[in-house]
Each structure stands twice: as C-alpha cells, then as structure tokens.
C-alpha cells in the first residue's frame, strides 16, 4: 500500500428510506402512472434501485390541471411573503435531509458523495433560501412594480445534477407565484421523488408543484400542453431546438439552458498550480457531465508540455471507483447510452489524428466507467474539439497570442462558458470582454451561486438562472399606464420660449 | 412656368452604400391617392446576404464603441432629421395620405424617440446589471451584452417613420448592428432615414435597410445562421410562425409580431431583448 492507496471509506446507505416504486407526485399525492413504469438504476453496479413511473398524455393534462387549479385557487393568491415561508421552510427540509438526499443522489447518479454531499445538495438549499427572499420583494426584480406571474411553468430538467436542476428550476418558478409541473431525467428520477416528499413535509399546498417522470416523450406532451405559460429546459442543444420550434407562435414563455464547448484558457502567466486544480476540476467534476464543463483546453505554446506534464501527473492520482465511497474522485458515467456516446467520440478523436492519453485506473467489473482522457495534439476542425462530448475527455489546443487564444475560444456554435487563467489583471478583463461565453471564470472554474446568473450566448440557449435574471424569467411586468406630460415649449417654461411670449 | 422637379431613385441602404438591387428588379411605390411616386429597389435573398454580411463586419466596430460614443451617435441622428424634417413631413403626407400636422406629429415623435434611446446607451447597463453577492471569495459581476446581428421586419402599418425608428433605434444601443426590412408600401422615409444615417456618424453597415417584400425576405434572414436575433414586430400578416420555426435552428432571440398604436413602444425592455447576459467570476484568493 502507497500512500495514494486509502482503505474503502464507504458512505453508509442506511439513512435511506427508499420504496420500491415510486408513483407520480399530482396534486399533493402520490399516485400511479398509466404508462409502463420503467427501473432506475445504480450506474455504478447496474443494480435496479427502484421502479419509476411513466406518465402518459392523460398524466400530464392530470398533473397541468392541477397545477392550474393550484394557481388560480391558491398559489397566485398567497402573498409573497407567504410564498417566500414556504421556499424557506423548503431549504430548511433540503438541510435537515441534506446526507440522505445527498446519498440517493450518488447511488442514481453514479456523482462521487463528495460532490453530491459538497456541492450539489447544499446548492440545492441555498437555492430555495435565495429565491424565499425574492417572493415578497417582486417589485425589485427589473421589470417595474407590481409584476406578475406567468401561470403554470413546465419544466424539464437533466440528469447531471438532478436535485440542483430540479432546485434552478423549482425555486425561481414559485417565487415569482407560478406553480410548476417537472419532469426530471428517465434515469435520475430518484431524488425528484425525495424532494416531493419534502414537498409534503413543508405542507405546500396541493398541485404547486408536481413531479412526472417518464421519457422524452413525456416531456415532450407537457412542454407542448396547451395550458402551459412558460417552458424551462436544461439539457442537448437538439432538444432545445426542438422545444424552441414547438413553442413558436405560442405565448409561451421560453428558457433554454443547452449545450457548451467551453475554452479553458492557460496563459504562460497563469498561477500554474491553480490552473492545474481549475482544469482537473473545469473538465472531471461530475464526470465532464457538465453542460458548461472546460472540454478545451486553449494552453499558451510556450508551457504545453510543461502543463501536460502535470496534469497527467496530477490525473494519475485521481480515484476512479464506488461513487459511495468518501475518497472517490471520479465515479460512474450516468448511463450504457452515454458511455457509448463518450466512447465513439473518442474513438473519432483517435482516428481524426489527435493523440490519446487515459489515465491507468482499474474499471470495476460491473457499471458503467471511462477513464479521465486528454488528447493533445487537437485541431479545431476535430469532432473532439467541436461537439460536447460531456465526458471525462479533455481536448488540448495551444494558441501563440491573446487574439488566438479568443479567437479560438469563440469558434464554436455554443456560448456558454469560458476560463482565464493568468496573473495579469488587464488580461483577465479584455480577454473576459471578448468571449462569447454567459459565464467566465477567472483563475477558478465551475463555480455555482443561486445569486449568479447562469446561461448562454448563441447556440447554448437563452435566459439566465440564477439572480435577479433568474427571477426575471418567471414574471411579466404589470400593463403599463401612459403618464400625462407637458411639453416645455407649449407651457411656456424654457427661457426661450419666455421671450418670445413677452414680445 | 412651373420649375420641373428632380425626383429622387430610391436605393437600398447597405453597409453605408446605396446599391440598386442586385437582382435588377423594382416596384412602384404609389401615393396614397394612387399617383405614381417613384420606384423602390426590390431586396433579393442575395441582397439580403450581403446586408448580414455588411452588419457583420460592423458588430466589432460599433459593439466596441464606448456607451458614451454610441449615445451621441443616436443623438446626432436625432439632430440631422430634426434639420430635414420638412422633407419627411413632404414624403409621409404623400405616402400615408394623412395632414401635416399628422405628419408633423409623427416626424417629431421619431425624433424623441431617437433622443430617448440615445439616452439608454451609458446607462442600461447599470440597470440590467448586477454585482452579485456569491458565497465564496470572488468578485462577481453580471453585465448585459449585445447579441450581435439583429433582422428586423418593421411595422408595416401605422407611421412609416416612427415605426421603423421605434424598431431599429432600440435595437442599436447596446451596441448590435440591424438589417431591417422597411414598411413594404410605404419605404420611402425608411430610404430618406437612411440619408441621415449615412451622413451622421453611424457607421456603414451598423444600419442596413432592405425595401422590398418582406414576405419573400425575411425567411432568408430568419434562417441566416450568421443572425443573431429576430425581431418581428411588424411581420403579423406574414407567416410569422414559420419565421420563428427557421429561427428556432440558430436558437435567435425572437420577439414576436405587435399592432395596435402600441407596437414597439419605447421600453428598456427593447434593449434588453438583444442583450446577452455575462456573469464574470473573479477569484479574490490569489495574493
């Protein structure tokens, strides 16, 4: 045993409480789906965890209905800070279950505990306490006093972070006095169902919110039901087309949160041991399923190999394995149909001339795993370096100046985000002011806030998360009112007009 | 004996030039009472491409132009038709058929309106931006960009200068550059608006103006992939649906068709509609 060797540190799961089946979660109630149900499982062992239901048409107009009567009878009705009570006694319950939620998302997911315990879970509740304050101060939000809610919100969410997506998506929606009708990811409905529980503990009133799983084409008869007023979308930048087309002519409402390709850019300046840290962290949290994930890596010529160096170094010590297990790093790809998807872009990689570089880890038998992956030697015209591979994979790229380096950093159909790395100030704000990207890290990555907005440019969808945006996204502003005005030349009142008057 | 006047050829207005349409073709624009006026260029789907590309080449430039800069830009425009305001007042009379003082009125309108959102240009930004309080040692801070290319298909009823103005000048502030396709039987202000925009200070290819029918071509700037937003207030006898469908493939910002006397009111909101939103995270750790 070296000293990279630790002893298993399992995350016990005893502290879950899990059913065998989960029903749909209408109007206040648990309640079977008329669809065939369909198995979740653990990704890291294949095991089924438990059976999930599938809402067909007649579920979704059920739970849109609900949803309706919830807002005209109830929920559109309650003050704000009523409503804001509620979201804070939802972020208490999120806190008090944090390890449990923490866990059932780790064990659905295949995200190491770590990052479900460190990261997601307590975004999740920070969510819900941002936007509980907002729901009695509507008025501030930037679209003038008294604006209004939109009606029912249909929201579909992914499977990278379920519980946080579910969080960005749920929290805005009710403070602004909506209420909502949410359909998580086929194979992360888990912690959905967790969370309509929590719903239950903090007596929110029936058909607020409502939770129907299913596939794609449950979410695609909600997002297309004709008594929805605004649709919110995380995932493939093809589904957001696809909605994008569905909603036109409509009044809907739209917020699309899609894909990225984000630049990671590394000057020779840059705080190496730091850049180091960001690019594990830019490209390997969660496995690379990460919409806004540093998948380039743009390294200045002069410290390539230098960086590369280090960073297979530093990649060799990452511990791939049990996402239960309190010292893993890399845990287990979501899905078989997204391992397939990393594993052919990367063969695509090779075979387009890139030069490939996994890290030696041992794969466990059963589950689904891709090791931590660099290629170098990337062109900007390789599928690598072109179309999201949302996996541990890294393309490299080197560029010789700052207008390369954004250049390169642009060319691409998304927008999402973007990295600096340098010491240089100066730097770090025009180069910031160049990319097309919704969010730039300077000498970080991969930082969440619910008081940041969050969101694209181009291809990568449009609308903000998070912050007074965030808000935003849920409200319209009340009728505007003409206000009378004088004119100054007619009343007489400009010195000018004074003189002319006297004559 | 009466002088014989000069009638003016009205051209389109792109990339700060006056071209006839490329594909040779014009179209009568007749007065309101049915006399011939003169005859419009008519805009092909090339003439539209080459309007994107001219509204391209001038995203930088005027994206890059400081808030104040852009601000007397748009204040200048509102200078140069106040001093030609008789001449739109002529042209809007006979076109639309309405008084003088009609046409007064709608001229005088058009010009506040470009005095208005002049005004937005160095202060937008404070109001749909934020510092953001984030739990974690970083500076963050949000502030609202422009979007890029924006194709506009102006009111085509209601005045042909206000409509047009109330469209294009808010599209501008922030900094993005506009192809716009003019009230179609009624284009002759949009071509005299283009006058002063050539000889203010905007500079060529921020402002681009098709005549034309927009039926035939908007659908090739709604589905330019080189456009980044679509802002269909006046296409509401267009198959607007479908617009917004060939938008859907780029993901375009889409504003959807108005009418009434309300249509494209001046609002912030116009603004913010091509604006993109950039959060910065600055790491405060590193001393």
């Given at each position: ?18 059913r065998?089946?989960y029903g749909l979660f209408i109007d206040g109630d648990f309640v079977a789906g008329r ?18 239901a599938?809402a067909?048409?007649a579920d979704v107009d059920a739970a849109v209905a609900a949803a309706r009567r919830a807002y005209t009878g109830v929920w559109s009705r309650l003050s704000g800070?009523d409503r804001g009570k509620y979201l804070f006694r939802i972020?208490?319950l999120v ?33 819900f306490?941002?936007?509980a304050?907002?729901a ?13 809610s939109l009606g029912v919100a249909a929201q ?10 579910l969080?960005?998506k749920i929290a805005?929606a009710l403070a602004a006095g909506n209420t909502v009708v949410l359909k998580p ?7 959905a169902m967790l969370f309509a529980e929590i719903l239950q503990q903090a007596d929110l009133p029936a058909g607020v919110v409502n939770i129907i799983t ?8 909600l997002?297309?039901h004709?008594d929805v007023n605004k ?273 | ?287």
């Amino acid at each position: 045993m070296n000293f990279l060797d630790y002893a298993p540190a399992p995350e016990s799961q005893a502290i879950l409480n899990l059913r065998s089946d989960y029903g749909l979660f209408i109007d206040g109630d648990f309640v079977a789906g008329r669809g065939t149900p369909f198995q979740t499982i653990n990704p890291a062992t294949e095991k089924r965890i438990a059976m999930i239901a599938n809402a067909n048409e007649a579920d979704v107009d059920a739970a849109v209905a609900a949803a309706r009567r919830a807002y005209t009878g109830v929920w559109s009705r309650l003050s704000g800070s009523d409503r804001g009570k509620y979201l804070f006694r939802i972020a208490r319950l999120v806190q008090e279950r944090a390890r449990e939620l923490a866990v059932a998302e780790s064990l659905d997911n295949g995200k190491p505990i770590k990052e479900s315990r460190d990261v997601d879970v307590p975004l999740v509740a920070a969510w819900f306490f941002y936007y509980a304050g907002w729901a009695d101060k509507l008025d501030h939000a930037g679209l003038g006093p008294n604006p209004a809610s939109l009606g029912v919100a249909a929201q579909v969410i992914p499977w990278n972070f379920p519980l946080l997506m579910l969080a960005w998506k749920i929290a805005p929606a009710l403070a602004a006095g909506n209420t909502v009708v949410l359909k998580p990811a086929e194979t992360t409905s888990l912690t959905a169902m967790l969370f309509a529980e929590i719903l239950q503990q903090a007596d929110l009133p029936a058909g607020v919110v409502n939770i129907i799983t299913g596939a794609g084409d449950t979410g695609q008869a909600l997002v297309n039901h004709p008594d929805v007023n605004k649709v919110a979308f995380t995932g493939s930048t093809a589904v957001g087309r696809a909605i994008a087309r569905s909603v036109a002519g409509t009044d809907k409402k739209l917020t699309l949160e899609l894909g990225g390709k984000a630049a990671n850019i590394v000057f020779d300046d840059a705080p190496i041991d730091q850049a180091i840290e960001g690019i594990v962290n830019g490209i390997f949290f969660n496995q690379g399923h990460v919409c806004c994930a540093g998948s380039r890596l743009l390294v200045q010529e002069s410290i390539h190999d230098e960086v590369i160096d280090r960073l297979k170094d530093r990649l060799s010590t990452l511990r791939l394995g049990d996402p239960l297990d309190k010292n893993t790093d890399i845990g287990a790809i979501n899905s078989a149909d997204q391992l397939r998807r990393i594993t052919e872009l990367t063969a695509i990689g090779e075979q387009e001339g890139a030069e490939r570089w996994s890290a030696d880890c041992a794969i466990p038998e059963n589950g689904f795993w891709f090791a931590p992956t660099i290629f170098t030697n990337v062109s900007t015209s390789h599928r690598i370096a072109r179309d999201e591979i949302f996996g541990p994979v890294l393309s490299v790229l080197t560029f010789r100046t700052p207008a390369e380096a954004i250049a390169k950093a642009n060319n691409t159909p998304y927008g999402l985000s973007a990295g600096i790395w340098t010491d240089k100030g100066s730097r770090i704000l025009a180069v910031a002011d160049k990319l097309r990207a919704g969010v730039i890290w300077a000498n970080t990555f991969n930082r969440f806030d619910p008081a940041s907005p969050f969101g694209g440019y181009k291809e990568s969808g449009y609308g903000r998360e998070g912050g007074r945006p965030g808000l935003a996204a849920y409200l319209k502003p009340a009728p505007s009112r003409p206000r009378p005005a004088v004119s100054a030349a007619a009343a007489s009142k400009t010195p000018a007009a004074r003189k002319k008057a006297a004559k | 004996m009466t002088r014989l006047a000069v009638p003016k050829t009205y051209k389109l207005y792109i990339g700060g030039k006056f071209p006839r349409s490329e594909s040779g073709r014009v179209y009568e624009i007749l007065a309101k009472k049915g006399d011939f006026l003169a005859n419009a260029a008519k805009a092909s789907r090339k003439d539209a491409r080459e309007a994107v590309v001219a509204a391209r080449a001038a995203v930088g430039g005027w994206s890059g132009a400081t808030a104040y800069n852009r601000g007397q830009v748009l204040y200048r425009i509102a200078e140069l038709l106040e001093g030609r305001r008789a001449q739109f007042v002529d042209e809007i009379v006979q076109t639309e058929g309405v008084s003088v003082a009609a046409a007064s009125a709608q001229v005088d309108e058009a010009i506040d309106r470009w005095v208005w959102y002049a005004g937005w240009a160095d202060k937008y930004v404070q109001v749909a931006g934020n510092a953001n309080p984030v739990s974690g040692p970083f500076f963050n801070i949000s502030v609202p960009e422009p979007t890029g290319i924006v194709a506009i298909v102006a009111p085509q009823t209601g005045g042909s200068l206000l409509g047009l103005v109330s469209a294009v000048a808010p599209a501008l502030v922030a900094g993005n550059t506009v192809v716009v396709i003019a009230n179609e039987t009624m284009p002759l202000s949009a071509i005299s608006l283009s006058e002063v925009l050539a000889t203010s200070d905007v500079p060529g290819g921020v402002v681009n103006i098709l005549t034309g029918s927009p039926a035939e071509i908007a659908p090739w700037l709604a589905s330019h992939a080189d456009v980044n937003a679509l802002d269909l207030v006046g296409a509401g006898a267009l198959d607007w649906v479908d617009l917004q469908i060939a938008a859907a493939e780029t993901l375009k910002r889409v504003l959807p068709p108005e009418s009434g006397a309300d249509a494209a009111s001046p609002s912030i909101d116009r603004i913010v509609a091509f604006t993109e939103t950039k959060t910065v995270w600055h790491t405060k750790g590193l001393i």
